[in-house]
């Protein structure tokens, strides 16, 4: 067989993997709306068909895979460059929190410009911690595992607490930070709904990242120590500072991510912010196998499953953590070596 | 009932294709062992000895082929069924534990308990210290892994065989790592164990072994046997013609080259390793010069791939004394990116591992060494990229795409991306490790082929190799290196196979000034 | 302040439980040579089903019989899917957190119609045991008496794990496989049944880490967990996966969340940060020990050359 016929059909093995997967998990779902619903056909309808049947929650659907592109796109960096970020939650909560709390110290800049020094500064913040894991690990080899995880659950309740104390907005009925200026806000598009212009955004951070990776130099290094530690050190690169790098681009998007947040969606920080998007993150970056315009696709079908859940436990007799469990199926299988060598052997011999 | 056949177990037809490279590992191959004799199977590396036994110890599984055991056929596909058969085997890489004492490792799956529930650790001693009294192995068995040398784990290796109670002792390269006085007791060792009827099968290259301790002896190349004979009749250098073959496969053209200025020249390098009481590579001293192909011989395991380490700075063990002068700097314990900067090109023998990554395409793989020239503010310039990748994949006639990844090629396609990136960059020197290891005949021709090109457009090359017929078709000058030293050193000319392979297998070695004259000449 | 240190190690010892039980487990698996980053999804799962169980039989008893087999079961569609359908066994591992979470909220819904705290009024608790004689001897008997059951057996599973490990042919092989799994294979040990076996060993474990925290508590509240089982995978590093160090490292986490649930209550330091206490000075752990490590064998190298 040709290289190319070969290369040709190891990508469709791959596609019908991620496909298997995805069809698993839907399976799943019909499953447990059967297990679970008093009156399948209608929770059915809702779950599948709902997201799509009014242009407010469809919009919504949209505005709500936002957040998840810039987690999925810092997670499939750190993938791809060979680190690990499970710190995504605590970094998207610190980029929010520095958003709002930039936004009340400097209430006066011109709107745009204002947007711009909040949107900056949670990606600052967002790589600050992220470098940190990266340093620990290049200098006393601590397994940023670990460290992405724990750093971020602090910072969880350090930013809970700025929310509940000094930030927190006493003339709300609901608990949350004081809010930022309106003039920092993003346009909206396509109101009543939530979408936000904050989706261009994340569109052409996708696009960035794609071309980060693929165009250029520091790219290059990041894939080639990524993908081969020891053929980086063959060819001259100097692998140690390939700890730092990678987690702050991937710990900088995910903080980017909670500041659109807030300047797109909520104007001002609370407990329940990130609420997952940080692990979706991870999800949406294995579904797109770590290529960063696939993770535009796979969080559209992330959010997909939240949104029919959402739709189906506001129409119907179900919870909304049943997504949950399906998304958690799509986590179980997405990397099950099996369905993939099936695939590739079928279609390669 | 009839008089028992002395044939223990027949393989028949076994055939051995690893996944992956299409490379056949066991070609039809026929292995038949008598009872209680020593059966010794030689060859060189790559010729299919240890997947033989290694099929033989349900490691891993013949793809056609059938095993016999005392005329009845048996189905091996674990290693519990080989358990079953009585059939034992000592790894060249021992399979020890570090954390356990020497009892610990030998009563591994076979514990003796106390209570049916605990392990009794002090029957187990005693157990493994009376096995070795009666074996004449005496050994501690309180004794931790990581102290002993390796002449005692081999000794914990055979207790474990031993007390498993198998009767068919598989030996893989068992004398590789001793020292001669270790060798002399191992010898001992195996005669008593063939006087108490124990039937021992010992892969090797070193022929002096085989005819010292050898019944029978089985010789395999290429994956095929060659022939099996009885020891005594057959003298040690028709054993080494079988073993190295006698057809040289390629013709190699080399045109006339004079060899230039020195490039290389290295002083009395040495590589001691903590745990090991010898250097890996001992006061080695040669010298490159332009123009020429400098060919390092050596049976695998005596220091090659250190060597090929040391100098192209991927040396990750031990510490390096001694020095190698590349344009009057000490490379020695220079980082691979300076020595790419002074002009080092470096075809590893490790194409799969370190010579590309496999998940990047071509073109990821091919500009590795020139990325920086193809980079304007930050940016990778793609069209002058994509040029220069299709430039290359012409010249080198490699078949893909430039955006194909790598691990979608040939193993003969690899090596010319290896080869394309490493040879346009007009080097000075050029470090080349096992050019043609896996690789079929037009592969290895065009490699050969494009190395002799470097070589007119003189540049220093130093050719490692454990493959004869590739040195003696290269190079211009040739070293052989054993356990870590240089026994030799020759000009290519009226060289044969033989002659070398004496030295490869220790079997001859030149005087110290002998050497030193063959460097300096 | 004599009088103060008495209830600090008699706290210690409750909270220190669940780190102690979740390492266990997670040591179990890592000398196998398994990450298992399921822990907190275990331990999260079995809190939950032992408030199903319990309410459901009035037993406490069947209550932690119950949440231990759901989370066996747990354990075995985790090691089903890494080791028969060959996933990686960290994403499953994060596979199984996800799910130990959305499981307890959908099932709340499906069977209590909430999705907030659960709790039933009436409910059988863990209450403290006394010990006979022991509770009498003044200073020990107000440190080591009067916990509740699954303190005492943890303490007893940390005895029966050292000599498993230890003692035991399968300890032996639990820790071939994780030395060298190669090696184990070539020599017949079936190396995945191995690393299930260590698998569900920290199902178990983590179970009875769950139980422990509701049960006391008498209700589940979301996120009951609250990054305990992270924190045990660390003390299974810093511990050397010894029941000894895994002690000890119990002991010194459990007494820093003891310090910061003090500090609540005894300080002005605002409760809010305290709670980040234990997860910073987890990463202060592994980043000393970590650079002694470092320390120790660059000195251990000096000393040979």
């Not at chain 2, 030998?106 to 210290?129: C, H, M, Q, S």
């Not at chain 3, 986490?253 to 310090?259: D, K, P, Q, R, W």
């Given at each position: 067989?040709?290289?190319?016929?070969?290369?040709?059909?190891?990508?469709?093995?791959?596609?019908?993997?991620?496909?298997?997967?995805?069809?698993?998990?839907?399976?799943?779902?019909?499953?447990?709306?059967?297990?679970?619903?008093?009156?399948?056909?209608?929770?059915?309808?809702?779950?599948?068909?709902?997201?799509?049947?009014?242009?407010?929650?469809?919009?919504?659907?949209?505005?709500?895979?936002?957040p998840?592109?810039f987690s999925?796109l810092g997670i499939?960096v750190a993938?791809?460059?060979?680190?690990?970020n499970l710190g995504g939650e605590g970094q998207i909560f610190a980029g929010a929190m520095i958003a709002?709390l930039i936004?009340?110290?400097?209430?006066?800049?011109?709107?745009?410009?204002?947007?711009?020094?909040l949107l900056t500064g949670g990606l600052v913040v967002g790589a600050l911690i992220g470098s940190v894991s990266g340093?620990?690990?290049?200098?006393?080899?601590?397994?940023?595992?670990?460290?992405t995880?724990?750093i971020s659950?602090?910072l969880v309740?350090?930013v809970?607490?700025?929310?509940?104390?000094?930030?927190?907005?006493?003339?709300?009925?609901?608990?949350?930070?004081?809010?930022?200026?309106?003039?920092?806000?993003?346009?909206?598009?396509?109101?009543?709904?939530?979408?936000?212009?904050?989706?261009?955004?994340?569109?052409?951070a996708?696009?960035?990242i794609?071309?980060?990776?693929?165009?250029?130099?520091?790219?290059?290094?990041?894939?080639?120590?990524?993908?081969?530690?020891?053929?980086?050190?063959?060819?001259?690169?100097?692998?140690?500072?390939?700890?730092v790098l990678p987690l702050a681009i991937s710990g900088g998007l995910i903080g980017l991510g909670g500041a659109v947040q807030i300047?797109?969606?909520?104007?001002?920080?609370?407990?329940?912010l990130t609420?997952?998007l940080g692990?979706?993150g991870?999800?949406?970056?294995?579904?797109?196998?770590?290529?960063?315009?696939?993770?535009?696709?796979?969080?559209?079908?992330?959010?997909?499953?939240?949104?029919?859940?959402?739709?189906?436990?506001?129409?119907?007799?179900?919870?909304?953590?049943?997504?949950?469990?399906?998304?958690?199926?799509?986590?179980?299988?997405?990397?099950?070596?099996?369905?993939?060598?099936?695939?590739?052997?079928?279609?390669?011999? | 009932?009839?008089?028992?056949?002395?044939?223990?177990?027949?393989?028949?037809?076994?055939?051995?294709?690893?996944?992956?490279?299409?490379?056949?590992?066991?070609?039809?191959?026929?292995?038949?062992?008598?009872?209680?004799?020593?059966?010794?199977?030689?060859?060189?590396?790559?010729?299919?000895?240890?997947?033989?036994?290694?099929?033989?110890?349900?490691?891993?599984?013949?793809?056609?082929?059938?095993?016999?055991?005392?005329?009845?056929?048996?189905?091996?596909?674990?290693?519990?069924?080989?358990?079953?058969?009585?059939?034992?085997?000592?790894?060249?890489?021992?399979?020890?534990?570090?954390?356990?004492?020497?009892?610990?490792?030998?009563?591994?799956?076979?514990?003796?308990?106390?209570?049916?529930?605990?392990?009794?650790?002090?029957?187990?001693?005693?157990?493994?210290?009376?096995?070795?009294?009666?074996?004449?192995?005496?050994?501690?068995?309180?004794?931790?892994?990581?102290?002993?040398?390796?002449?005692?784990?081999?000794?914990?290796?055979?207790?474990?065989?031993?007390?498993?109670?198998?009767?068919?002792?598989?030996?893989?390269?068992?004398?590789?790592?001793?020292?001669?006085?270790?060798?002399?007791?191992?010898?001992?060792?195996?005669?008593?164990?063939?006087?108490?009827?124990?039937?021992?099968?010992?892969?090797?290259?070193?022929?002096?072994?085989?005819?010292?301790?050898?019944?029978?002896?089985?010789?395999?190349?290429?994956?095929?046997?060659?022939?099996?004979?009885?020891?005594?009749?057959?003298?040690?250098?028709?054993?080494?013609?079988?073993?190295?073959?006698?057809?040289?496969?390629?013709?190699?053209?080399?045109?006339?080259?004079?060899?230039?200025?020195?490039?290389?020249?290295?002083?009395?390098?040495?590589?001691?390793?903590?745990?090991?009481?010898?250097?890996?590579?001992?006061?080695?001293?040669?010298?490159?010069?332009?123009?020429?192909?400098?060919?390092?011989?050596?049976?695998?395991?005596?220091?090659?791939?250190?060597?090929?380490?040391?100098?192209?700075?991927?040396?990750?063990?031990?510490?390096?004394?001694?020095?190698?002068?590349?344009?009057?700097?000490?490379?020695?314990?220079?980082?691979?990116?300076?020595?790419?900067?002074?002009?080092?090109?470096?075809?590893?023998?490790?194409?799969?591992?370190?010579?590309?990554?496999?998940?990047?395409?071509?073109?990821?793989?091919?500009?590795?060494?020139?990325?920086?020239?193809?980079?304007?503010?930050?940016?990778?310039?793609?069209?002058?990229?994509?040029?220069?990748?299709?430039?290359?994949?012409?010249?080198?006639?490699?078949?893909?795409?430039?955006?194909?990844?790598?691990?979608?090629?040939?193993?003969?396609?690899?090596?010319?991306?290896?080869?394309?990136?490493?040879?346009?960059?007009?080097?000075?020197?050029?470090?080349?490790?096992?050019?043609?290891?896996?690789?079929?005949?037009?592969?290895?021709?065009?490699?050969?082929?494009?190395?002799?090109?470097?070589?007119?457009?003189?540049?220093?090359?130093?050719?490692?190799?454990?493959?004869?017929?590739?040195?003696?078709?290269?190079?211009?000058?040739?070293?052989?290196?054993?356990?870590?030293?240089?026994?030799?050193?020759?000009?290519?000319?009226?060289?044969?196979?033989?002659?070398?392979?004496?030295?490869?297998?220790?079997?001859?070695?030149?005087?110290?000034?002998?050497?030193?004259?063959?460097?300096?000449? | 302040?004599?009088?103060?240190?008495?209830?600090?190690?008699?706290?210690?010892?409750?909270?220190?439980?669940?780190?102690?039980?979740?390492?266990?487990?997670?040591?179990?698996?890592?000398?196998?040579?398994?990450?298992?980053?399921?822990?907190?999804?275990?331990?999260?799962?079995?809190?939950?089903?032992?408030?199903?169980?319990?309410?459901?039989?009035?037993?406490?008893?069947?209550?932690?019989?119950?949440?231990?087999?759901?989370?066996?079961?747990?354990?075995?569609?985790?090691?089903?899917?890494?080791?028969?359908?060959?996933?990686?066994?960290?994403?499953?591992?994060?596979?199984?957190?996800?799910?130990?979470?959305?499981?307890?909220?959908?099932?709340?819904?499906?069977?209590?119609?909430?999705?907030?705290?659960?709790?039933?009024?009436?409910?059988?608790?863990?209450?403290?045991?006394?010990?006979?004689?022991?509770?009498?001897?003044?200073?020990?008997?107000?440190?080591?008496?009067?916990?509740?059951?699954?303190?005492?057996?943890?303490?007893?599973?940390?005895?029966?794990?050292?000599?498993?490990?230890?003692?035991?042919?399968?300890?032996?092989?639990?820790?071939?496989?994780?030395?060298?799994?190669?090696?184990?294979?070539?020599?017949?040990?079936?190396?995945?049944?191995?690393?299930?076996?260590?698998?569900?060993?920290?199902?178990?474990?983590?179970?009875?880490?769950?139980?422990?925290?509701?049960?006391?508590?008498?209700?589940?509240?979301?996120?009951?967990?609250?990054?305990?089982?992270?924190?045990?995978?660390?003390?299974?590093?810093?511990?050397?996966?010894?029941?000894?160090?895994?002690?000890?490292?119990?002991?010194?986490?459990?007494?820093?969340?003891?310090?910061?649930?003090?500090?609540?209550?005894?300080?002005?330091?605002?409760?809010?940060?305290?709670?980040?206490?234990?997860?910073?000075?987890?990463?202060?752990?592994?980043?000393?020990?970590?650079?002694?490590?470092?320390?120790?064998?660059?000195?251990?190298?000096?000393?040979?050359?």
């Amino acid at each position: 067989m040709e290289a190319t016929q070969i290369q040709l059909r190891n990508k469709l093995a791959t596609l019908l993997g991620i496909l298997t997967a995805i069809v698993a998990s839907l399976m799943i779902a019909v499953a447990l709306i059967f297990l679970l619903s008093e009156d399948p056909g209608r929770t059915l309808y809702f779950y599948f068909v709902g997201p799509f049947t009014s242009k407010f929650v469809f919009f919504n659907m949209l505005e709500s895979s936002i957040p998840i592109i810039f987690s999925g796109l810092g997670i499939a960096v750190a993938f791809r460059s060979g680190v690990t970020n499970l710190g995504g939650e605590g970094q998207i909560f610190a980029g929010a929190m520095i958003a709002v709390l930039i936004g009340t110290w400097f209430p006066h800049l011109p709107g745009i410009v204002g947007t711009a020094f909040l949107l900056t500064g949670g990606l600052v913040v967002g790589a600050l911690i992220g470098s940190v894991s990266g340093l620990l690990r290049m200098k006393w080899n601590v397994s940023d595992l670990l460290t992405t995880y724990l750093i971020s659950s602090g910072l969880v309740y350090i930013v809970n607490y700025l929310i509940l104390g000094p930030f927190r907005d006493p003339a709300k009925i609901r608990i949350q930070s004081i809010s930022i200026p309106d003039s920092y806000m993003l346009s909206r598009i396509a109101s009543p709904s939530y979408l936000h212009v904050g989706i261009f955004g994340a569109i052409i951070a996708a696009l960035c990242i794609h071309f980060l990776m693929k165009y250029t130099h520091t790219g290059y290094h990041l894939r080639v120590t990524g993908s081969n530690r020891q053929f980086a050190r063959y060819g001259g690169i100097n692998i140690r500072r390939f700890y730092v790098l990678p987690l702050a681009i991937s710990g900088g998007l995910i903080g980017l991510g909670g500041a659109v947040q807030i300047v797109g969606r909520y104007q001002a920080c609370f407990t329940d912010l990130t609420a997952g998007l940080g692990w979706a993150g991870i999800g949406v970056a294995l579904i797109a196998r770590r290529n960063p315009l696939g993770v535009l696709p796979a969080a559209l079908f992330y959010v997909y499953l939240q949104a029919g859940a959402r739709v189906a436990m506001m129409n119907s007799d179900v919870t909304y953590e049943i997504a949950a469990i399906i998304t958690s199926v799509i986590f179980y299988l997405i990397t099950a070596e099996v369905t993939f060598a099936f695939f590739r052997r079928r279609l390669l011999k | 009932m009839a008089i028992e056949s002395p044939v223990l177990f027949e393989m028949e037809n076994i055939h051995k294709i690893y996944d992956g490279n299409n490379v056949y590992a066991n070609k039809g191959v026929n292995l038949s062992v008598n009872r209680g004799e020593i059966h010794a199977i030689v060859g060189e590396n790559g010729a299919g000895k240890t997947t033989l036994m290694k099929i033989l110890c349900g490691l891993e599984r013949a793809n056609e082929g059938e095993i016999r055991f005392n005329g009845k056929p048996v189905s091996i596909e674990s290693a519990r069924d080989a358990d079953m058969l009585e059939i034992g085997m000592v790894h060249q890489h021992f399979c020890l534990f570090d954390g356990f004492n020497v009892a610990d490792n030998v009563v591994l799956t076979r514990e003796p308990r106390k209570n049916g529930l605990f392990y009794d650790r002090v029957n187990a001693a005693k157990k493994v210290e009376e096995l070795g009294a009666k074996y004449n192995l005496p050994i501690d068995p309180g004794a931790s892994i990581e102290s002993l040398s390796v002449g005692e784990k081999q000794k914990v290796e055979i207790l474990r065989i031993l007390y498993r109670g198998s009767k068919v002792l598989v030996l893989d390269e068992p004398t590789a790592l001793l020292t001669e006085q270790e060798i002399k007791g191992f010898f001992v060792t195996l005669r008593q164990l063939k006087s108490l009827g124990y039937t021992i099968i010992i892969i090797t290259h070193k022929l002096d072994e085989v005819t010292e301790i050898s019944d029978r002896v089985t010789v395999m190349r290429n994956g095929e046997v060659v022939n099996c004979c009885i020891t005594e009749e057959c003298d040690t250098q028709a054993i080494a013609r079988m073993m190295v073959g006698k057809e040289v496969l390629l013709q190699v053209e080399k045109p006339e080259v004079k060899p230039g200025a020195t490039v290389l020249k290295i002083n009395g390098l040495s590589l001691t390793v903590p745990g090991f009481s010898n250097p890996i590579l001992n006061d080695i001293s040669l010298s490159i010069r332009e123009g020429e192909i400098f060919g390092m011989a050596a049976v695998a395991g005596n220091g090659l791939a250190d060597l090929e380490n040391v100098l192209t700075g991927m040396n990750s063990r031990g510490e390096v004394s001694g020095e190698a002068i590349l344009h009057g700097k000490n490379i020695a314990n220079m980082h691979p990116g300076e020595l790419r900067e002074m002009g080092m090109a470096y075809v590893p023998a490790d194409r799969l591992q370190r010579g590309t990554s496999a998940e990047l395409q071509l073109s990821d793989n091919m500009i590795l060494l020139e990325h920086h020239k193809m980079t304007r503010a930050g940016v990778l310039q793609g069209k002058g990229i994509l040029a220069f990748v299709k430039e290359l994949l012409l010249k080198y006639n490699i078949v893909g795409h430039h955006a194909t990844p790598v691990n979608n090629l040939s193993g003969g396609n690899i090596q010319r991306v290896v080869l394309s990136r490493e040879f346009s960059r007009d080097p000075n020197l050029l470090v080349v490790s096992e050019p043609t290891w896996g690789l079929d005949i037009v592969s290895s021709e065009f490699v050969y082929q494009k190395i002799v090109e470097m070589r007119s457009s003189k540049t220093a090359i130093l050719l490692i190799s454990a493959n004869l017929d590739e040195i003696l078709a290269l190079s211009d000058k040739i070293a052989v290196i054993y356990r870590g030293e240089i026994v030799g050193v020759f000009a290519n000319t009226n060289l044969d196979r033989e002659s070398l392979g004496e030295y490869m297998l220790g079997l001859k070695r030149q005087s110290k000034e002998e050497i030193l004259h063959g460097v300096e000449a | 302040m004599n009088e103060m240190s008495f209830p600090a190690i008699t706290s210690t010892i409750v909270i220190m439980t669940p780190f102690l039980l979740a390492a266990m487990g997670g040591a179990f698996s890592a000398i196998s040579g398994v990450l298992n980053i399921a822990l907190e999804g275990l331990m999260l799962n079995a809190a939950f089903f032992a408030i199903v169980f319990t309410n459901l039989t009035g037993s406490l008893f069947l209550g932690i019989t119950g949440a231990i087999l759901a989370t066996l079961l747990l354990t075995t569609l985790f090691g089903a899917v890494a080791f028969g359908l060959k996933a990686n066994i960290f994403i499953c591992g994060l596979a199984t957190n996800f799910l130990a979470i959305a499981l307890s909220i959908v099932l709340a819904h499906t069977f209590y119609g909430r999705t907030g705290s659960v709790q039933f009024p009436g409910m059988p608790r863990l209450m403290p045991l006394d010990i006979p004689i022991l509770e009498n001897i003044p200073i020990l008997g107000d440190i080591f008496s009067g916990h509740n059951a699954i303190v005492y057996i943890s303490w007893l599973l940390l005895i029966i794990a050292g000599v498993v490990i230890n003692r035991t042919p399968f300890g032996m092989r639990l820790r071939a496989v994780g030395v060298n799994e190669k090696a184990a294979r070539a020599i017949g040990i079936k190396t995945r049944r191995v690393q299930f076996t260590a698998l569900l060993i920290s199902g178990f474990t983590c179970a009875l880490g769950g139980v422990v925290l509701t049960l006391t508590l008498g209700a589940f509240v979301p996120n009951v967990t609250s990054g305990r089982g992270w924190i045990a995978l660390v003390i299974v590093y810093l511990g050397r996966k010894k029941p000894l160090g895994i002690l000890i490292g119990s002991v010194i986490f459990g007494f820093v969340e003891y310090i910061s649930n003090n500090l609540q209550t005894t300080s002005d330091i605002p409760s809010g940060l305290l709670l980040s206490l234990p997860f910073f000075a987890t990463v202060v752990a592994l980043v000393l020990y970590s650079v002694v490590e470092q320390t120790v064998s660059r000195r251990g190298l000096l000393k040979t050359k």
